[in-house]
């Protein structure tokens, strides 16, 4: 019963529709032409009144009209870069924003470890101690001379690796491209961050494509409005 009272007032509107839209304009224009105002020139003015009518049904009938389908999806990108946390890590500064293009070897993100950091000015300070007993124990011809070497050289080896963890913390472009944050990254200055949690990615200047799911009665939309294509974004 419901479905049929709809029935009724889409009826009625649709009715009322084309009185608004087409029968009373077309019963004023006859009226007019009939009417005493062009009585010397009548002819001439269903003419241009016919001419008119052609012209407006040529636009309607021959020239397309937009057609858009509005659907959820993702910009995908044909060449980029993802960016992941190095390690464990406190997120100390955002530098780029989001949107913005990026050289390569531009700073992204500073990240901080205290306990790297300490680690690595231990090894620094057990360094330059080692190399000082090093050079008074080749001055004096000592037997551990040898043993000193390879724990200064093995010392040496551990500020390496910790020198490179550090310069990881500094986060840069690996290439030229926009800088496409993560998610609700802003929201996470000050946070610490696990290894391999995703910063962003560094998009390739070309162009993106548009991927979105629509539904059947859209698709067989699309395909009968001309085919269906996949719109690229520059």
Excluded: C
Aim: proline share 5%; no cysteine.
């Amino acid at each position: 019963v419901v479905m049929d009272q709809w029935f009724l007032v889409g009826v009625f509107m649709a009715v009322v529709t084309a009185l608004t839209l087409l029968i009373w304009p077309l019963r004023k224009l006859w009226q007019h032409l009939n009417g005493p105002k062009v009585a010397a020139n009548r002819r001439g003015a269903t003419l241009r009144a016919l001419g008119i009518g052609a012209v407006l049904a040529a636009f309607v009938l021959v020239l397309p009209f937009p057609y858009s389908v509005r659907a959820h999806g993702v910009l995908q990108a044909s060449d980029s870069v993802l960016l992941h946390i190095p390690s464990e890590a406190r997120l100390a500064r955002l530098v780029a924003q989001p949107g913005q293009r990026v050289e390569q070897g531009d700073l992204i993100a500073v990240l901080a470890n205290p306990e790297l950091e300490v680690d690595y000015d231990l090894a620094r300070q057990q360094s330059a101690e080692l190399e000082v007993q090093y050079r008074q124990s080749l001055l004096r011809n000592r037997a551990d001379t040898a043993p000193l070497a390879e724990r200064l050289a093995a010392l040496q080896s551990q500020m390496t690796e910790l020198e490179r963890q550090r310069s990881l913390l500094m986060v840069r472009a690996p290439r030229a491209g926009r800088w496409v944050e993560a998610p609700s990254l802003h929201e996470r200055v000050g946070n610490w961050l696990s290894r391999g949690q995703p910063l962003g990615e560094v998009v390739a200047d070309a162009r993106l494509r548009f991927v979105a799911v629509v539904p059947q009665e859209q698709a067989d939309e699309l395909f009968g409005h001309g085919g269906a294509h996949a719109d690229q974004i520059g």
